[in-house]
């Protein structure tokens, strides 16, 4: 599984600022999620846009259009690890933006291909 490159991740520390080509978070990323039989809230904003600038590439859909990808990365804290995926919007005022459609915490098999694509 090829792994689109992650726009923001610049791999240069934690000095990424969000001013510039902030993506879009989209409703389908503030929704509560269902995990184990507990309903976990909605991903705070602030959240999922620092696990998406620091996170990890770690799985493509090249066969939806668009193409969607999933990265990993923690929350500021470094507490928790965080599952966020994106695409890139392919028409309309916002063409060329980076669209977040889901934001939940890590599933474990997501955070195994974390831990892998760090080891890199």
């Known amino acids: 599984m090829d792994a689109h490159p992650h726009p923001l991740n610049d791999n240069q520390g934690c000095d990424m600022s969000y001013d510039d080509d902030q993506p879009i978070i989209l409703r389908s990323a503030r929704k509560p999620h269902l995990i184990r039989g507990t309903v976990v809230p909605p991903v705070p ?3 999922i846009l620092h696990a998406y600038a620091h996170g990890e590439d770690v799985g493509a859909n090249t066969d939806r259009d668009p193409p969607t990808y999933i990265v990993v990365g923690p929350d500021p804290q470094g507490n ?3 599952e966020i995926g994106y695409f890139e919007a392919p028409y309309g005022a916002d063409t060329g933006s980076i669209m977040i459609c889901h934001a939940m915490p890590a599933r474990h098999s ?3 291909r974390y831990w892998n ?3 890199r």
Do not use: F, N, P
Request: hydrophobic share 40%; no cysteine; proline share 0%.
């Open 45 to 47: 904003d602030d959240i």
């Open 80 to 82: 928790r690890l965080y």
């Open 110 to 112: 997501y955070q195994i």
């Open 117 to 119: 694509a760090i080891r």
